[in-house]
């Protein structure tokens, strides 16, 4: 089992950054994908950005130049660096690990944090 805890949510206005963590507990593999979901009203949850162990990120094209994922493979933490917020950007953000566990895949899920944007 893997716990996430995320903090760094809140209200901005639009324009101004925020940074989201995750810290992640219990049983991490050294391999898996770390990432962040969002899920505004009404609407269904949506990948934001995703980094794997080695590295290498993944953004959707709506924060693509604006957010910033990273990692610390040693802390098991992931942060996602959030400029340039807009209206759009409002919405529950929710920290995600998958890793293949004894050949099934396994996602796990934070609480999730509330960022709201006012324009």
């Known amino acids: 089992q893997v716990q996430l805890v995320e903090s760094g949510g809140g209200l901005v206005q639009a324009g101004e950054s925020l940074r989201l963590s995750c810290a992640a507990s219990?049983?991490?593999?050294?391999?898996?994908?770390m990432g962040w979901y969002r899920q505004a009203p009404g609407k269904e949850r949506e990948l934001v950005a995703s980094?794997?162990?080695?590295?290498?990120?993944s953004y959707a094209d709506s924060v693509k130049g604006r957010f910033t994922i990273s990692r610390d493979n040693a802390k098991n933490t992931v942060n996602l660096q959030m400029n340039s917020l807009k209206a759009e950007d409002t919405a529950v953000y929710y920290c995600?690990?998958?890793?293949?566990?004894?050949?099934?895949?396994?996602?796990?899920w934070g609480q999730g944090t509330q960022v709201t944007v006012s324009s």
């Open positions: 219990g049983s991490i593999f050294s391999i898996n994908v």
């Open positions: 980094i794997i162990s080695s590295g290498s990120t």
């Open positions: 995600n690990v998958f890793q293949v566990e004894r050949g099934l895949r396994k996602n796990y």
